[in-house]
């Protein structure tokens, strides 16, 4: 696959994670203040089971925007390649997961991610356990 396509089907599986995500947000809140076409209150059930439910979507919405962040989306995509950027393109070197999540071959994670930041503009950032999720557990936002 070329290089364009790759990234368009990144976007693409993106804005599709968005989409589930957002209907899923919407069906917990739909079942929150909607039961058989009456509010939790109307049906007898504890207003303060409804006002936990209101606070839990709440909460999840800002866990949300951090997962669908580019820091976490980055290093959890729905391939085998890391993006990069805030734009989340794929990452110039073109390196792969690998079975740990540390790279294939020559492009392990560790050879340009050192213990530390390397110095200079636009150099790659360091961090000793720099690496993707492993192939078994990618957790894909």
């Not at 794929?90 to 997961?97: A, I, Q, V």
């Amino acid at each position: 696959m070329r290089r364009s396509q790759l990234e368009k089907q990144g976007r693409n599986l993106k804005l599709k994670a968005i989409i589930v995500m957002g209907m899923l947000i919407s069906i917990v809140a739909l079942m929150s203040y909607v039961t058989d076409g009456k509010s939790p209150a109307a049906n007898g059930k504890d207003t303060a089971a409804a006002i936990d439910s209101i606070a839990s979507l709440r909460a999840f919405q800002d866990v949300y925007k951090v997962l669908m962040s580019p820091r976490c989306m980055n290093c959890h995509p729905a391939g085998d390649v890391p993006l990069q950027g805030d734009a989340s393109n794929l990452h110039t070197m073109f390196p792969k997961r690998g079975v740990d999540g540390k790279g294939i071959y020559a492009m392990k994670c560790s050879n340009c991610h050192q213990p530390t930041n390397t110095p200079g503009v636009h150099t790659p950032p360091g961090n000793p356990e720099w690496h993707l999720p492993p192939a078994n557990m990618k957790m894909v936002f």
